[in-house]
């Protein structure tokens, strides 16, 4: 494990990368998960850096995760898009895939929007839904803030309050009822992967308190929170989750269901970003 002053190094490595490529400087991060892709056409005047020219960012290898972060205009607000994530059961460490969270602080970045696909551990909550993170559970067992040194948020990330902020929530509800689309809410469970979860899984997840299942996110939201960035989290529902519904999975039709349903809400992120971008004094071009 890396020392504190190597991370930061590290990190402001990577930030000095970016800095060359782009002078814009973000105020508000996105992490787009599976089937997100095309809100990136939705960007004016940006630019596109590849991970893997950036130092310290590994380069996804699951489909649907470009691996490109952007920067540019996205409803007027100056925005980050991280275009895919890299994943646990890809084999990289907590650290990996937390990193580019820790960037984008550096950055500049003072809130993160993050949204992955799931599937629904209860059929109340269908297929092409969008869904408002409430809370989380980590069944992962691994904490990204292990060694971590220089706690400037220690009573927030011992007691886990309010992950998601509660300011963003109601701002997302109301984006929804002016854009006439149904935010389902839930509390998103994430594991390890990269299996779907079998349906004895679904079921323990459903006991405790679980509404969709993912395998990312977690661990991202908690190194934002830690860092003093204000999180909002949503999950696009791809799919019921193995004991719920029948049929098989497949990461295609998931991608596929998502890009679709993505697309419908448009509207309704473009006018999230705004409020959220100026909350914090941030408007127009």
Not at 53 to 72: N, Y
Not at 175 to 204: D, K, N
Not at 265 to 273: A, I, M, Q
């Amino acid at each position: 494990m890396k020392s504190w002053d190597e991370r930061e190094q590290m990190v402001t490595d990577a930030v000095r990368r970016i800095r060359k490529e782009c002078t814009l400087l973000p105020s508000v991060g996105m992490i787009l998960g599976s089937g997100f892709a095309p809100l990136v056409q939705e960007i004016e005047r940006g630019c596109a850096i590849p991970y893997e020219t950036i130092p310290h960012f590994k380069t996804p290898s699951v489909q649907g995760h470009q691996g490109f972060l952007i920067l540019g205009r996205f409803a007027g607000a100056a925005i980050a898009f991280l275009q895919g994530r890299v994943h646990l059961y890809e084999g990289y460490s907590v650290e990996e895939v937390t990193f580019p969270v820790r960037a984008l602080a550096k950055l500049g970045v003072h809130s993160l929007i993050v949204t992955n696909a799931s599937g629904s551990v209860r059929r109340e909550i269908e297929p092409g839904s969008l869904m408002l993170v409430k809370d989380q559970i980590d069944l992962m067992f691994y904490s990204p803030l292990r060694g971590q040194c220089g706690w400037k948020s220690e009573p927030l990330v011992r007691r886990a309050w309010h992950i998601y902020d509660r300011t963003y929530m109601e701002l997302a509800r109301q984006a929804a009822r002016r854009s006439g689309i149904t935010l389902r809410e839930g509390v998103l469970c994430t594991t390890r992967g990269p299996s779907y979860e079998t349906a004895a899984e679904s079921l323990f997840m459903q006991k405790i308190g679980a509404d969709a299942a993912c395998m990312s996110t977690s661990h991202e939201v908690m190194v934002a929170r830690t860092l003093g960035l204000k999180v909002l989290g949503l999950s696009c529902i791809s799919n019921l989750a193995t004991g719920v519904g029948s049929g098989e999975l497949s990461h295609d039709e998931v991608t596929e269901l998502v890009g679709k349903t993505v697309k419908r809400v448009v509207p309704f992120l473009k006018e999230l970003v705004r409020e959220i971008s100026m909350l914090k004094g941030e408007g127009g071009p």
